[in-house]
T-cell receptor, first 112, second 105 residues
Framework: DTGVSQDPRHKITKRGQNVTFRCDPI?????LYWYRQTLGQGPEFLTY????????KSRLLSDRFSAERPKGSFSTLEIQRTEQGDSAMYLC??????????FGQGTRLTVV | GIQVEQSPPDLILQEGANSTLRCNFS?????LQWFHQNPWGQLINLFY???GTKQNGRLSATTVATERYSLLYISSSQTTDSGVYFC???????FGAGTRLTVKP
């Protein structure tokens, strides 16, 4: 499978715990995007990388959210001290610069 | 940032009917995509269409960049077409709120 891969697919965590999600983009794609989607809403842009450089992070929801793409390949999104309001689908996409983007299957987070 | 508006928010059709979904955007864009979100939440690429018209089976899309809108046409709708359709402006990575389509048998 050469599509965008996200892991895990589902995560249930207790409030206050830290969680980390992984995204493996389509190989050779230099851009990688993270989105959050809550029920009934469109995907909400969080941040994106061009290779290993994080070019936009002002839309990360709070300082509890952070993302990395250390070698310009896979990326991780971490949420510290999770809250119930963090429950959502977290989506990753990749593309070549400013061209068609492809999405992974998402990670569904439930904070209890 | 660019504002993206989709209409209608909800659409209910009888199987076999045709439909048009609209996406308006507030600024010039160099690329726009249409997606279908399946019941499991995955976004399926339908069209990458910065301008002009493309067709894929029963679906086609037209983007008129100078007038800042795009249209998605679904002909002879089937129950499997049900779901949420999103347009996204890749320049700003911003999505519209989507059109929820329900096709009844």
């Amino acid at each position: 499978d050469t599509g965008v891969s996200q892991d895990p697919r589902h995560k249930i965590t207790k409030r206050g715990q830290n969680v980390t999600f992984r995204c493996d983009p389509i190989s050779e794609h230099n851009r990688l995007y993270w989105y959050r989607q809550t029920l009934g809403q469109g995907p909400e842009f969080l941040t994106y990388f061009q290779n290993e450089a994080q070019l936009e992070k002002s839309r990360l929801l709070s300082d509890r959210f952070s993302a990395e793409r250390p070698k310009g390949s896979f990326s991780t999104l971490e949420i510290q001290r999770t809250e119930q309001g963090d429950s959502a689908m977290y989506l990753c996409a990749s593309s070549l610069t400013s061209t068609e983007a492809f999405f992974g299957q998402g990670t569904r987070l439930t904070v209890v | 940032g660019i504002q993206v508006e989709q209409s209608p928010p909800d659409l209910i059709l009888q199987e076999g009917a045709n439909s048009t979904l609209r996406c308006n955007f507030s600024d010039s864009v160099n690329n726009l995509q249409w997606f279908h979100q399946n019941p499991w939440g995955q976004l399926i690429n339908l069209f990458y269409i910065p301008s002009g018209t493309k067709q894929n089976g029963r679906l086609s899309a037209t983007t008129v960049a100078t007038e800042r809108y795009s249209l998605l046409y679904i002909s002879s709708s089937q129950t499997t077409d049900s779901g949420v359709y999103f347009c996204a402006v890749v320049k700003d990575m911003r999505f519209g709120a989507g059109t929820r389509l329900t096709v009844k048998p």
